[in-house]
């Protein structure tokens, strides 16, 4: 087997990774650099296009920033026969499906075949069940003809639709199309805290992942439509490409939590400032309606960044919005005005943060007042939309509504 990868990007084998003495470096290649602008930011925000090869630190934490964190990567290493802590063997090992539209794999290797669903594996629902029920041991249903990547710690499984409107395993590179995620074992109700909040953000016109819930083998789980892939009616699949902004930022997964050495809210809108002007009005948007909903887990890695063809980039749909606050977590994974408690942030201190940014005052503030007298109507739809709506979220939401309106 090659000790060389190729990352492939659209149909181009755009850089290449080699490992010597656990130290790796990656380099363009000569076709990338011919196709593309000097500069571009073509993997990641860390990586922007030169003849020059990437050491080791900048290139671990972004093939890091791909793979499955804490038990998941420990398990599926131990099943796969590696090191957890050898990132180019799980890279290896996983690259040919994961977050964004890379593909990687040994440079010896064929190129990555024409991205469709129609490879999948049918299932049928008992075998899904068995698939989620086996999360623990086997974490995102990987195994010798499964070999996809995707971050976090929280048990998921990754699927294809198919367009039939069935579901099938993603083997031998083909794309997932779906994230389903089963109920957290302790922490009731999770899968209806998270359609509903994100239905929230939907119905407040915020560019999100779309959701539904479904109930397979008597468990509860959340399907989420990946938002990097563009999938046409006969199958055929586009892939998105994007990076989280510890990635976009060159910290480690561990560091996602500002207290960890991650990055902040201002440092996120410092990049958006660079790169798309107009997205900090989402961000403040985002930050508006994570601190409504109690959601003090949107760390580095749950804001994300996406890449267009041209190089322009975008602050991807959001995703994994919860009401941690339901659970008795009121922490803040990037501060808010130096604030740390989700529980203790005010209208204030939100114009306090995004003025930090670059908005004026004015302005912020007539985001975030024109957003929270829009919030009581979004979630009166958002729980008629979603059965068995957690009575602790609507609560902890008329809470958090009256600190930010009386402040």
């Known amino acids: 087997m090659s000790d060389r990868l190729a990352i492939w990007l659209y149909d181009t084998k755009v850089a290449t990774v080699e490992q010597e003495r656990r130290r790796m470096r990656l380099q363009y290649t000569p076709q990338a650099i011919q196709t ?7 993997l990641s925000l860390q990586l922007g296009l030169t003849r020059e090869r990437f050491p080791n630190g900048v290139v671990r934490s ?8 804490d038990d998941a990567r420990r398990l599926i290493a131990q099943d796969l026969g590696l090191r957890a802590d050898d990132t180019f063997a799980l890279a290896r090992a996983l690259g040919r499906d994961c977050a964004g539209a890379l593909v990687i794999q040994p440079d010896d290797d064929e190129p990555p075949p024409p991205a469709s669903t129609l490879t999948a594996e049918p299932l049928n629902e008992a075998e899904i069940a068995h698939l989620v029920e086996n999360l623990r041991s086997a974490p995102l249903g990987v195994d010798q003809r499964v070999r996809i ?7 998921k499984l990754l699927l294809t639709r198919l367009p039939d409107g069935g579901w099938g395993r993603p083997v031998d590179g083909t794309p997932s199309t779906h994230i389903l995620k089963p109920e957290m074992r302790d922490y009731p109700q999770t899968v209806e805290n998270e359609a509903f909040c994100m239905r929230i953000a939907k ?18 789980l959340i ?7 563009v999938v046409a009616p006969n199958g055929d699949v586009g892939r998105v490409h994007q990076e989280d902004f510890c990635q976009a930022t060159g910290r480690l997964p561990a560091q996602k939590y500002e207290e ?9 809108a410092g990049v958006l400032s660079e790169a798309d002007p107009d997205s900090l009005e989402s961000l403040l948007r985002a930050v508006t309606l994570n601190v409504v909903i109690g959601n003090g887990d949107a760390h580095a890695k749950n804001f994300s960044l996406l890449h267009d063809r041209g190089g ?15 659970y008795g977590d009121d922490r803040l994974a990037m501060y808010i005005d130096s604030v740390h408690r989700t529980n203790r942030v005010t209208f204030k201190r939100l114009i306090n943060e995004a003025a930090t940014w670059g908005l004026s005052p004015t302005r912020a503030e007539e985001i975030v007042s024109d957003f929270l007298a829009c919030t009581p109507d979004a979630v009166k739809r958002a ?25």
């Open 203 to 220: 119905n407040l016109g915020m560019d999100v992942a779309d959701v539904e819930t479904i109930t397979i083998g008597g468990r509860r």
């Open 36 to 42: 593309f602008p000097a500069g571009t930011p073509l």
């Open 312 to 326: 322009a980039l975008h602050l991807a749909p959001l995703y994994d919005l919860l009401s941690t606050l339901t």
């Open 149 to 155: 990547s995707l971050a976090g710690i929280q048990e």
């Open 62 to 69: 972004f093939l890091d920033g791909l793979l499955p964190e």
């Open 383 to 407: 729980e008629s939309e979603t059965p068995r709506t957690p009575t602790e979220v609507l609560e902890i939401i008329s809470a958090q509504l009256d600190k930010l309106s009386a402040t």
């Open 260 to 268: 960890d050495g991650g990055p902040s809210l201002r440092k996120l």
């Open 223 to 229: 399907v989420v439509s990946r938002y990097d892939r």
